[in-house]
């Protein structure tokens, strides 16, 4: 019988754990978190207790969803063993906390966490493409959000390429399915212009997923810009603070991402309206201009027109006061010496018995010099 079984420490350490590890290779415990400590940055010890017991835990940090302090309600999965040295206790497998007000409180411990790092600084937030080409959705393909989503995006503006990460938005597998969404669009050959999660409002447990602190810090660190909307009003998850851009439903996530198609239509006649107003008043200030310089240059050219021909009376008062035919109405009259065909200005042009050719105003007359004298000779 086994009552007659006398074991030695250590074989009852092993059948103990062979035991136990057949009966529960694996288990769940609620309970509030108590004499929590972190060991090297590295080891993590803590007990459970309820009212009556306490069990103690064992783990790593890399197995916590991020800071966590005594009080707070927390589910642990772990395997169950019988340690030869250090007595019973739990090997932690996963961590969270649970509750309403436990999940808040552990996303306000990694929040101030972060925000120390400045995961959280506007001095890193990339602007938005607007509107974007291509966009890689990151939400479940069953979900309204992926509906509600799409739909708006189509009705507003239309043609542009969607490709979706199907994944789960809650739950254990929620965090690594929404991080290795990331990891495939920022590694994506063809890479799209903005990444947008999202999901449905809930409770404060169906959302603690977005509020996972490697998540948060792949949304942080992704190489394309991202844009993160929980239809939660209330709360901001921690992958909100950390987006380029958060949005507060899986619709309002669309209405930023590209313009409304009718708003944008009437935008543009609007403008071709402003554009055609002002084209026309260039017209016609450029008519009025025109006219005016032509104005001016009439006026110049009426004037300029009146100078000269002022000017050309005065010069043909001048030409007529040096008409001939005016000086030889005067009984004036013009010599030319018959033989040499020269004009006689002078007396001492001529010589007795030079003939010469007398004109008059009215007619011309041949005589012979028989005598002449100078003034000089008078």
């Given at each position: 019988?086994?009552?007659?079984?006398?074991?030695?420490?250590?074989?009852?350490?092993?059948?103990?754990?062979?035991?136990?590890?057949?009966?529960?290779?694996?288990?769940?415990?609620?309970?509030?978190?108590a004499?929590?400590?972190?060991?090297?940055?590295?080891?993590?010890y803590?007990d459970?207790?309820?009212?009556?017991s306490s069990?103690?835990?064992f783990?790593?940090v890399?197995?916590?969803?991020?800071?966590?302090?005594d009080?707070?309600?927390?589910?642990?999965?772990?395997?169950?063993?019988?340690?030869p040295?250090?007595?019973?206790?739990?090997?932690v497998q996963?961590?969270?906390?649970?509750?309403?007000?436990?999940?808040?409180?552990a996303?306000?411990?990694?929040?101030?966490k972060?925000?120390?790092?400045?995961?959280?600084?506007?001095?890193?937030?990339?602007?938005?493409?607007?509107?974007?080409?291509?966009?890689?959705?990151?939400?479940?393909?069953?979900?309204?959000?992926?509906?509600?989503?799409?739909?708006?995006?189509?009705?507003?503006?239309g043609?542009?390429?969607?490709?979706?990460?199907?994944?789960?938005v809650?739950?254990?597998?929620?965090?690594?399915?929404?991080?290795?969404?990331?990891d495939?669009?920022n590694?994506?050959?063809?890479?799209?212009?903005?990444?947008?999660?999202?999901?449905?409002?809930?409770?404060?447990?169906d959302?603690?997923?977005?509020?996972?602190?490697?998540?948060?810090?792949s949304?942080?660190?992704?190489?394309i810009?991202?844009?993160v909307?929980?239809?939660?009003?209330v709360?901001?998850s921690?992958?909100?603070l950390?987006?380029?851009?958060?949005?507060?439903?899986?619709s309002?996530?669309a209405?930023?991402?590209?313009?409304?198609?009718?708003?944008?239509?009437?935008?543009?006649?609007?403008?071709?309206e402003?554009?055609?107003n002002?084209?026309?008043?260039?017209?016609l200030?450029?008519?009025?201009?025109?006219?005016?310089?032509?104005?001016?240059?009439?006026?110049?050219?009426?004037?300029?027109?009146?100078?000269?021909?002022?000017?050309?009376?005065l010069?043909?008062?001048?030409?007529?006061?040096?008409?001939?035919?005016?000086?030889?109405?005067?009984g004036?009259?013009?010599i030319?010496?018959?033989?040499t065909?020269?004009?006689s200005?002078?007396?001492?042009?001529?010589q007795?018995?030079?003939?010469?050719?007398?004109?008059?105003?009215?007619g011309?007359?041949?005589?012979?010099?028989y005598?002449k004298?100078?003034?000089?000779?008078?």
């Amino acid at each position: 019988m086994m009552n007659d079984i006398v074991f030695g420490v250590s074989d009852f350490v092993a059948v103990f754990n062979q035991t136990i590890e057949y009966a529960y290779p694996s288990i769940n415990i609620v309970g509030e978190l108590a004499n929590f400590r972190v060991s090297k940055n590295r080891w993590v010890y803590f007990d459970l207790k309820d009212d009556m017991s306490s069990v103690k835990f064992f783990g790593t940090v890399y197995q916590l969803p991020g800071p966590l302090e005594d009080g707070l309600m927390v589910q642990v999965t772990g395997v169950p063993r019988l340690h030869p040295q250090y007595g019973f206790s739990i090997s932690v497998q996963n961590l969270k906390p649970v509750g309403e007000g436990s999940i808040k409180r552990a996303s306000a411990l990694l929040e101030a966490k972060l925000r120390s790092e400045g995961l959280f600084d506007a001095s890193r937030k990339r602007l938005l493409p607007y509107p974007p080409a291509r966009i890689g959705l990151v939400t479940s393909a069953e979900s309204a959000a992926y509906h509600d989503f799409i739909k708006i995006l189509q009705e507003r503006w239309g043609g542009v390429e969607v490709e979706l990460a199907d994944v789960q938005v809650q739950g254990e597998k929620a965090p690594p399915q929404l991080i290795a969404a990331l990891d495939y669009f920022n590694s994506h050959n063809n890479p799209v212009e903005v990444i947008v999660i999202t999901r449905g409002g809930g409770s404060a447990e169906d959302l603690s997923a977005f509020n996972h602190e490697q998540l948060t810090r792949s949304v942080a660190t992704s190489r394309i810009p991202t844009l993160v909307a929980v239809g939660h009003e209330v709360d901001v998850s921690l992958a909100e603070l950390a987006a380029d851009r958060r949005a507060s439903t899986p619709s309002n996530a669309a209405q930023i991402l590209v313009p409304d198609k009718t708003n944008a239509i009437a935008d543009v006649r609007a403008s071709i309206e402003v554009m055609h107003n002002q084209v026309l008043s260039n017209i016609l200030m450029s008519k009025a201009c025109v006219y005016d310089n032509v104005s001016d240059i009439f006026q110049a050219l009426e004037g300029s027109l009146l100078v000269a021909s002022r000017d050309i009376l005065l010069l043909r008062s001048e030409v007529e006061a040096q008409n001939p035919a005016r000086i030889f109405g005067k009984g004036f009259a013009q010599i030319r010496n018959v033989a040499t065909n020269k004009l006689s200005k002078s007396v001492h042009d001529i010589q007795i018995g030079t003939e010469i050719e007398v004109r008059f105003v009215d007619g011309t007359a041949t005589a012979q010099i028989y005598s002449k004298s100078s003034v000089s000779d008078l």
